[in-house]
């Protein structure tokens, strides 16, 4: 049977075909072995048998729980069981089934530990009871029976009735699915005596051989409740054991024994807190190693449990310690199991082999909200004093810099990285200067972004009301394959005494990491280190997104499909930006040849992987005829422009261009649609339709047309006879920007220091009260003074 089970899994390869073999297999495994794999075949040499106790490594990362093949998942019964105790909260068990079922259909090998058959049996019990009450009830009011019915009931007859009415219900859930089940009644003795002990494994073993999906319960009805204290070493075997308290200490137990690669413990609780999370100060710890047992204060257990916070923590290590990596989570929470998974930061993660040292993403939200009010504090001056610093940084190690980005453009040639991106993720002596340029911008015009005072009024005598600028608070910026993306935001956020973090493709490694060493380097000169720093850690972007506590605006700079997924995952924070950058370039009737060939060439060739290059053409139908239509396309072809044609123009070529398949689409390369207009209103009514919001430009010589298309084109950016690659930051004067949004609120098009603050109200009075207006003993004045 095991070399049946062997030859199944000769597919794997590397460390998943090494976690297989160091799988237990009827109480053995595989170790010490070396494996060759070829095309033809696969010899595994030195093999040893050796008895099933061992000490493997847990996962060091999430991302590795994708790999276990093995799980154990434990429900408690506050997971299973309804708020008042009696009965099974059946919808979210139903979801559970569901996970592990399909856990069992990708290959893993699930067993679950599972509470839940004394609340099912009090539920039916409490029934009968109450019916055979009922009579009694009606004779006496003052009888209290109904009301104490659940609680007067023996919790070993409750058991007895629970445990079969549970199987069922698994049974029809699991069937469902098409999973067989089977169902391990297990009390303490049978894990002191030696025999009983191997029998409970061989049977596991085989159930797991079968396919089918063990469920294994303590059996309550004929044993105490598993809360009573144990010693360490197990009574008759002098081997040190876990003492079987409750469930967690047993699926503890059973993951170490069974040789399980995860257990996720699921509770009513989100994970593991440095002390309870009602009280202030509660921090949750994502990932737990052993040392950090001293940082955790805990308080009461499950109202319908028998181990409370501290049982959990004792289990996972004693587990964590044999080999077993845990995850204690809520299991409350919509697709727990999957999620936990699929690599997502939910729950408590075990681990003593973490391999990543850097700070977590919480504590440096955390840090980003303190440096922000240290750089609030800082005066002006010193604030540009940090940028002008940076600024310097970027061309006295340029080589540095430069060094570091042809390892990223190295590596991301040799992946196959699309050639837009490989194109913003270039950088040159070029791209430094003009961005050192533009971070002295940024310095220069800081002296007035903070504290500025928008508004003054005097309310009444001596009652002085004023608004002033302050920073948004704490920002974090997505972005890909732009690592010049990174100083320019640095940049803003000290002018704006924003704290920020950062969060960068990993085409951008290295260059992200020696830009972001100058950015701490130029904070350091005012003692701000901490108020920015780069998310290092393998953190899913779906994770950052829930730290609405930690965050208060996201602002994604990368492809359409990265813009709209961060739109669509935030629901708590606002995101500031735009999902496409559909350009327009309408040549109108009356636009000068000259000047539409030179507009045209730089919109759509100076920068196409750019967010605001022409990607659609739209031409005046007069042209059609004339000698311009036929210029511009033999320049765009010259240029190695791909043209689409729109269905209008289609109709009127024999031989034309392929049909663009969308009149909706951001190429980002040299690459762009042509379709023909009646005129300008047909233009804007394009553009209306097909467009972004982004940018969209006319070319002609007819004021009036140019001013009303300048008008009614909603767009965040409308221009007048220049390029449409104007819509950016620095050539705005901004200095640089964060990104162009082409939102309705707060900011639109590219979006500099401004977009970056807010407004807070400062009222300053003597012994004003509300009362004495009311009383007419003071007068409102409302007059508006000036600002400065």
Not at 610 to 617: G, I, P, Q, W
Not at 658 to 670: D, I, K, N, V
Not at 679 to 693: K, Q, T
Request: aromatic share 6%; proline share 3%.
């Amino acid at each position: 049977m095991w070399y049946n089970s062997f030859l199944s899994c000769l597919s794997l390869k590397g460390s998943g075909l090494k976690r297989f073999l160091q799988r237990p297999q009827n109480g053995y495994y595989l170790r010490n072995f070396s494996v060759k794999v070829t095309s033809d075949d696969i010899n595994v040499d030195k093999r040893t048998l050796v008895s099933a106790e061992r000490k493997q490594r847990t996962f060091t990362d999430r991302s590795q729980l994708k790999y276990a093949r093995r799980l154990v998942v434990k429900l408690g019964s506050a997971v299973i069981t309804r708020e008042d105790g009696n009965g099974l909260a059946l919808g979210r068990l139903a979801s559970i089934v569901e996970q592990v079922a399909e856990c069992h259909h990708e290959g893993r090998e699930c067993i679950m530990v599972t509470s839940g058959a004394v609340a099912f049996g009090r539920q039916k019990l409490t029934q009968e009871l109450l019916m055979s009450l009922s009579m009694r009830e009606t004779l006496s009011p003052s009888d209290h029976t109904r009301e104490d019915a659940g609680s007067i009931l023996d919790p070993r007859a409750a058991a007895a009735v629970g445990q079969s009415e549970l199987m069922s219900m698994y049974d029809a859930m699991f069937s469902q699915y098409n999973v067989k089940i089977a169902q391990v009644l297990v009390t303490k003795p049978d894990f002191y005596n030696e025999e009983t002990r191997k029998n409970l494994y061989a049977t596991l073993s085989e159930l797991i051989s079968l396919n089918i999906v063990p469920i294994i319960n303590t059996n309550d009805a004929v044993s105490p409740p598993m809360y009573i204290h144990d010693d360490s070493v197990v009574p008759g075997t002098g081997k040190k054991g876990i003492g079987i308290k409750d469930n967690d200490s047993l699926s503890a137990l059973l993951a170490a024994e069974v040789q399980a690669d995860l257990l996720i413990m699921m509770s009513d609780v989100d994970g593991i807190y440095n002390k309870p999370p009602w009280e202030d100060g509660a921090r949750m710890i994502h990932t737990y190693t052993s040392k950090d047992r001293d940082q955790v204060q805990f308080g009461q257990k499950s109202k319908v449990g028998t181990g409370g916070m501290d049982s959990k923590v004792n289990a996972a290590t004693w587990a964590m310690a044999r080999g077993v990596s845990v995850v204690i989570c809520n299991g409350m929470q919509e697709k727990a199991i999957k999620t936990i998974i699929n690599g997502r930061k939910v729950g408590t993660f075990f681990t003593d082999h973490a391999t990543n040292s850097s700070t977590s993403v919480d504590v440096l939200a955390e840090n980003a909200r303190i440096g922000s009010r240290v750089l609030l504090q800082l005066s002006p001056s010193e604030r540009a004093s940090a940028i002008h610093t940076l600024s310097d940084l970027l061309i006295n190690k340029q080589d540095k810099i430069l060094e570091a980005n042809a390892k990223d453009l190295e590596e991301a040639t040799k992946s196959g990285l699309a050639k837009p991106l490989l194109n913003r993720l270039a950088l040159s002596e070029g791209k430094l200067k003009t961005l050192s340029i533009g971070l002295k911008q940024i310095a220069d015009s800081s002296y007035e972004n903070v504290g500025r005072v928008l508004r003054k009024t005097k309310l009444a005598e001596n009652l002085i009301l004023r608004q002033v600028t302050v920073p948004i608070g704490v920002l974090l910026v997505i972005f890909e394959s732009r690592p010049d993306s990174l100083p320019q935001v640095a940049a803003l956020a000290m002018a704006s005494a924003n704290g920020l973090l950062l969060k960068g493709g990993k085409e951008a490694a290295y260059s992200n990491k020696t830009l972001m060493e100058l950015v701490k380097e130029s904070l350091n000169t005012v003692g701000a280190a901490d108020a920015i720093s780069l998310v290092s850690t393998r953190e899913e972007i779906s994770d950052l997104l829930s730290m609405e506590k930690h965050i208060d605006l996201i602002i994604p700079r990368g492809s359409s499909d990265l813009v709209r997924s961060i739109q669509k995952q935030s629901q708590h924070i606002p995101v500031l930006g735009h999902a496409e950058g559909i350009c327009h370039v309408y040549i109108d009737k009356d636009a000068d040849p000259v000047k539409a060939l030179k507009i045209v060439k730089d919109s759509k060739c100076d920068y196409p992987a750019a967010c605001n290059a022409m990607e659609t053409l739209l031409v005046h139908e007069d042209h059609l005829s004339g000698s311009l239509f036929t210029d511009i396309c033999n320049m765009l072809k010259n240029e190695g422009v791909k043209i689409h044609a729109g269905p209008k123009l289609a109709s009127h070529l024999t031989f034309g261009p392929p049909p663009a398949r969308t009149m909706r689409h951001e190429y980002g390369a040299l690459e762009c649609c042509i379709e023909l207009v009646k005129d300008m209103e047909d233009a804007v009514e394009h553009i209306h339709r097909f467009g972004s919001s982004h940018t969209d430009v006319i070319v002609t010589e007819n004021d009036t047309t140019a001013k009303k298309f300048l008008g009614i084109v909603d767009s965040a950016c409308v221009f007048h006879n220049v390029s449409s690659r104007f819509a950016d930051g620095f050539r705005f004067g901004l200095g640089a920007e964060v990104g162009i949004s082409t939102a309705r609120i707060h900011a639109r098009g590219p979006v500099g220091v401004e977009g970056l603050l807010t407004t807070k109200w400062i009222l300053e009075g003597t012994d004003h009260t509300a009362a004495e207006f009311n009383e007419g003993k003071r007068n409102w004045l409302h007059e508006t003074l000036p600002v400065n």
